[in-house]
């Protein structure tokens, strides 16, 4: 890792690949500023684990970006931030310490879907976890309680993209499938979130099987603008953010391998370290 005088990046942290898409529309958006990202790729995915279980591999993978001098962790998982951010926020920050921040990725989605549907009526695509959790129903009536949200979990979605199968016909299958499902729940859905940092990859793919009408959200451009929005607000963190447009990768698990496929998802060449926790 190349360190300058000061060091102190913007933690971005996901249980493997997908928070990569959310990394890359923060580089572009936020340039100068340095981002450290961590991948818990040995453990993942978080999906279909317990809550118990997703809030401590969050917990340990958001001390050590602090330990490796991160002020502000962005947790760009959905899982994670539905079934950890709140936890880590409210019990464990004040013992760590009240001046460092951990931000989620459903909060900043929630805030603006409303604005994109006429029907007022929304779909979520998004792992079993965060489904079961309710988190984007719980967010969205908080800004939106006219809206009604509508979910479908996609348990074979992320595999499908891991394992590069996006071309093969099984895709389309499990793509069509889920977007049939979705359906089947109310046909005035004109605004659909894909609430899974992987689903950017599938949106071609998405795309192809949905009406016309149909607004697609992605994080990605939604979650950096308000990351600026957020520093600009708070320009006490801002000063502690270090700014030498430097990105690093940490991984857990086997680092050349995460960087083969880490490309696909940053869209650029990803050179790793291994991160014991």
């Given amino acids: 890792m190349n360190k300058q005088t000061k060091y102190s990046p913007i933690g971005v942290f996901d249980s493997g690949y997908g928070g990569l ?9 936020l340039p100068e500023y340095d981002f450290l990202y961590l991948g818990d790729n040995a453990r993942a995915p978080y999906g279909s684990r317990s809550f118990d279980t997703v809030y401590e591999y969050t917990l340990q993978c958001v001390n050590a970006l602090f330990d490796n001098g991160c002020e502000l962790v962005i947790l760009a998982c959905n899982t994670a931030s539905a079934k950890a951010l709140r936890t880590i926020q409210q019990k464990d ?112 793919l998405i795309s192809k099987y949905l009406p016309s009408h149909v607004t697609l959200l992605t994080q990605g451009t939604i979650i950096a603008d308000g990351l600026k929005d957020y520093l ?24 050349d391998q995460f960087n083969e496929k880490a490309s696909l998802f940053f869209g650029s060449n990803v050179v790793s370290n291994h991160l014991t926790l």
Avoid at 21 to 29: C, G, M, N
Avoid at 150 to 166: H, K, R, S, T, Y
Avoid at 232 to 255: C, G, Y
Wanted: charged residues 25%.
């Fill in 232 to 255: 600009i607000r708070h320009p006490e963190m801002d000063t502690l953010i270090s700014k030498n447009q430097l990105v690093d990768f940490f991984t857990t698990d086997n680092a």
């Fill in 21 to 29: 898409t959310i990394l890359k529309e923060l580089v572009k958006t």
């Fill in 93 to 204: 920050l004040p013992l760590i310490d009240p001046r460092k921040r951990v931000l989620g990725v459903i909060r900043p989605t929630s805030e603006i879907v409303g604005n994109f549907s006429k029907s007022k009526q929304i779909g979520i695509f998004a792992t079993t976890g965060t489904v079961n959790s309710e988190s984007y129903i719980i967010e969205i009536q908080k800004f939106f309680p006219e809206l009604a949200v509508f979910q479908e979990a996609c348990p074979m979605w992320v595999p499908l993209i891991e394992n590069n199968e996006l071309d093969n016909e099984g895709a389309d299958y499990f793509v069509k499938r889920h977007i049939d499902n979705l359906f089947k729940q109310s046909q005035h859905i004109d605004t659909i979130i894909l609430g899974c940092t992987h689903y950017p990859l599938l949106k071609p």
